[in-house]
């Protein structure tokens, strides 16, 4: 028994402004598109029920194809520093917090970022340890690629004066050589590695909670990088099985798998697009660089901003092409974390040598920063490219001072690598940005900057399609589900997202403000707006 759908705008993303009047669905796939008259004559003896869309705008689910599920849920849970414009708001946030911390606990707040506040500076562990002198404290900035500590904290992770800086990291010290509290890429994890572990009962209530907020944000589904973090490969994927069961939940997460744990998959027999029905596994990924917040994007030219800074590699050659060698032994892709231009050399330059033979595809993840050797290579190659089209309206004006005007032609280039025949798919990368893919959308369309409102690189905008592109057709190309996923076509999933306006009439401007109806996933409705309403 089946599913009719009709009574909107529903458009197939199969080419621009393709619609049809009805769907019909049945066992979580969509058996058959047309008029709404063909549809219930042909399938009447198997219609169970009918959802009209009362004017409503469907479109194939959206999926977000770069995110942290865990590290979503964990903001929602834990203090949020991420919309805070001083350093004052934060102190004030963390004094709150302490009041309410039993000796010993950790203080853990996610999301500050100092390019909001009207004083950049660096909030200084002298300042925290005023706060919470016995109370360890970890504060993550934005990007996730940078952390503050206090000496507490510090203490527990067994970090001294002389502790030297990690391959990939810095442990940030002041002009007399003395230690900040700010910790860059691996150097956080020395005091990561000194906080106390979790439970896999905890992360499966995570993953409910991010779940249950990723599907009222119109998600039916996401590319999630969590696998070693939270103890390890067996635990983490135990806890998104039980979590996302598909009985009482439904959600399609495809996990990255972190090549330190890539080992642990193998030993449990798995592989690429392994796993249950709802939890499956994906690519190997990589870091390649860091972030531009914190300068560690590795670059071909130095910072604009810090004469002779050209970021940080978080592996060398050798290390890098050892880690994909390994990958490869198993046939499986990678999905590398690479920021700028020099980062995405490094990694097409190894992919280029050591390319994969069964039609899975490698993801570049980001690719902010571009130069022409760069774009030549991800147009020559078959990989797809992660972006987070919000990054835009969160990274300007302040990136510019990073980078300076003449790179600014191939940076956030995403019209540019689509008009290039670049696959392209589109993510949030939340916790770090909003999660909302409407969001994104209106930033790829728009690209106003959050900050000051003006627009960036106008020539770099996509169209609404273009755009809308990245989240359906583009998630499900870059896992190699474009035959099955991303469209509403004969065979494909009965994936939907419902929206209460039509995307593609409203001012762009205003895309953010388009109320999710429903979220489908399988034919099933797993959230609906104002239920009793409907």
């Known amino acids: 028994m089946g599913v009719l759908w009709f009574g909107g705008n529903i458009y197939t ?69 991420s919309q805070m414009k001083s350093a004052e708001e934060v102190v004030e946030a963390l004094n709150n917090r302490t009041a309410n911390l039993s000796e010993g606990e950790w203080l853990i707040g996610e999301g500050w970022n100092e390019n909001q506040w009207q004083d950049p500076s660096i909030i200084h562990k002298e300042v925290l340890d005023s706060i919470s002198p016995h109370n360890p404290m970890m504060l993550s900035r ?15 992770a067994g970090i001294t004066e002389e502790t030297s800086d990690p391959q990939g990291g810095i442990i940030v010290r002041d002009e007399f050589g003395e230690t900040t509290g700010y910790f860059l890429d691996t150097a956080q994890e ?44 067996n635990k983490t994927y135990g806890a998104f099985k039980k979590a996302i069961d598909g009985e009482n939940r439904k959600f399609k997460a495809h996990l990255l798998v972190h090549h330190e744990v890539m080992a642990d998959m193998i030993e449990e027999g ?16 990589i870091f390649s660089d860091g972030a531009l917040g914190g300068r560690t994007a ?45 980062a995405v050399d490094a990694i097409t330059d190894v992919i280029k040598k050591h390319p994969l033979t069964n039609g899975a595809r490698d993801r570049i993840i980001h690719g902010q920063i571009l130069n022409q050797h760069s774009l030549d290579m991800l147009k020559e190659l078959p990989v797809v490219v992660d972006i987070q089209p919000s990054f835009v309206s969160s990274d300007f004006p302040w990136v510019i001072e990073r980078i300076g005007d003449e790179r600014l032609a191939l940076s956030y280039a995403w019209k540019t690598m689509i008009r290039e025949g670049v696959e392209c798919a589109g993510g949030s ?54 035959e099955a996923r991303g469209k509403i076509a004969t065979g494909f999933s009965a ?40």
């Open 13 to 81: 993303m199969e080419k621009e402004g393709t619609a049809v009047e009805a769907v019909y669905t049945e066992e979580g796939v969509i058996k058959a598109v047309g008029t709404y008259e063909k549809l219930y004559h042909s399938y009447s003896a198997y219609i169970e029920r009918e959802e009209n869309l009362q004017g409503k705008t469907m479109l194939p689910g959206l999926v977000d194809s770069h995110l942290h599920i865990i590290g979503h849920g964990e903001k929602l849970l834990r203090l949020d520093l």
């Open 142 to 156: 934005v990007c996730r690629h940078a952390i503050l500590a206090n000496t507490k904290a510090m203490e527990l």
């Open 190 to 233: 020395l005091i990561k590695d000194a906080m106390p572990g979790v439970s896999q009962d905890y992360l499966e209530q995570v993953i409910k909670i991010a779940t249950d907020d990723l599907m009222s944000k119109g998600l039916v589904g996401g590319h999630s990088e969590d696998l070693n973090y939270y103890g390890g490969f």
């Open 270 to 285: 798995l592989g690429y697009l392994g796993g249950t029905e709802y939890v499956e596994l994906g690519a190997v990924k």
């Open 298 to 342: 590795w670059l071909t030219e130095e910072y604009a901003d810090e004469k002779g800074n050209k970021g940080v590699a978080i592996h060398n050659h050798e290390k890098l092409e050892e880690i994909v060698k390994e990958a490869r032994r198993y046939e499986l892709p990678i999905a590398v974390h690479a920021i700028g231009d020099q």
């Open 429 to 482: 990368d939340a916790p770090i940005e909003e999660v909302s893919p409407l969001l994104g959308i209106e930033a790829a369309v728009t690209r106003k900057s959050g900050i000051d409102h003006k627009v960036y690189c106008a020539e770099q905008c996509l169209s609404v399609f273009e755009a809308v592109k990245l989240y359906t057709l583009g998630s499900a190309y870059a896992i190699n589900q474009e």
């Open 495 to 534: 994936d939907f997202t419902v929206l209460e306006e039509d995307i593609f009439q409203v001012n762009p401007e205003t895309i953010h403000a388009i109320t999710i109806a429903k979220t489908v996933i399988d034919g099933d409705i797993v959230y609906q707006n104002n239920p009793t309403l409907l």
